[in-house]
């Protein structure tokens, strides 16, 4: 999978892609995008928690995290950091993290001791009780009290 870039040295990258607690599909789906959109993927490493992609292009980093959220649910961050500069502009390097979620959109799952079904998996995570038909958003940071 690692193409060198012409006029770059073999361990340029622009951006991070971290993936957090993903299954094997959201693997198989990045792997699949990269090959399609050929960028180079200077290197990956494996954590303990995911894997790590360094790719040459930031914009396809940043619309793979969109397209990820959108096809898996789950949490995207995306940050930026000064990197250095070319030509008196400033040059960012950016890191996608995507952190998967056990569960899906229609899934039955318990939060604080009650039964609800997921409705949304968004920026947050839409909840609607099973016997009450009341909406409760949870917040990704509040996902470990939600069990499936």
Known sequence: MVRSIEGKHSEYY???LQLRDVTDNVMDF??????????????TKKIKSGVDYYLSDNNFTRALGTKLQK???????????????KSGKEIYRL?????????KKDDVVVYKGDKYTVKIVGKDILLQDVTTGRKVHVKYKDMKNVTV
């Open 30 to 43: 990045v792997q699949e995008e990269v090959v399609k959109a050929r960028v180079h993927v200077t290197k």
């Open 71 to 85: 096809q898996f649910g789950g949490q995207t961050i995306v940050t930026a950091s000064i990197f250095g500069r």
């Open 95 to 103: 890191t996608v993290l995507f952190r998967g979620i056990p569960f």
């Open 14 to 16: 622009e951006a991070v």
